[in-house]
């Protein structure tokens, strides 16, 4: 399903104003979304790919005692997104967030966030360097902006790397 960048803002507005109702409920709020190039943002594989991402949220913040508040799920045209509402330390939650983002090949799709009503915590915060580019070693957002390697490099990266689920 091809989508139009008004879709991809009007989802990046709902998640916000999502964001900012609910950390008005907890002191801490993982936000969960897919890195997937291009304008094909939802298919099979890329939903497979989410709903593992979601089970090893899940699964963390369950075995790390995080006091889970809630959960919702949306399925946009524009992508998915997934929010828990914890109160716990966000150092700590943010801590476990990374160990996932690292622990695989295919967490280098995942992009999740741990906010507080300060802001969105990074990996600087914690000595890390940026995330690396799918294809080369370059920091992402390098490649990102400069528009280092093509759509179809890219892409297939992506299929290859979903499916190894």
């Given at each position: 399903m091809i989508i139009t960048l008004e879709e991809i803002l009007s989802v990046r507005e709902a998640r916000s104003h999502t964001q900012k109702v609910l950390l008005k409920r907890g002191n801490c709020l993982i936000s969960f979304t897919m890195n997937i190039p291009g304008n094909e943002k939802r298919s099979n594989l890329i939903d497979k790919g989410f709903e593992y991402g979601v089970e090893l949220i899940d699964r963390t913040v369950r075995d790390c005692s995080f006091k889970r508040k809630g959960k919702l799920i949306y399925h946009y045209t524009a992508g998915?997104?997934?929010?828990?509402?914890?109160?716990?330390?966000?150092?700590?939650?943010?801590e476990a967030m990374i160990s996932i983002e690292?622990?695989?090949?295919?967490?280098?799709?995942?992009?999740?966030?741990?906010?507080?009503?300060?802001?969105?915590?990074s990996r600087k915060d914690f000595g890390l360097s940026p995330r690396t580019c799918l294809i080369c070693n370059r920091e992402a957002h390098f490649c990102?902006?400069?528009?280092?390697?093509?759509y179809e490099q890219l892409s297939q990266k992506v299929k290859n790397l979903l499916e190894t689920i």
């Open positions: 998915s997104v997934g929010f828990w509402l914890l109160d716990s330390e966000a150092l700590n939650v943010k690292e622990a695989s090949e295919i967490a280098r799709l995942f992009d999740i966030d741990v906010i507080t009503n300060r802001g969105i915590l990102a902006r400069s528009q280092a390697h093509s």
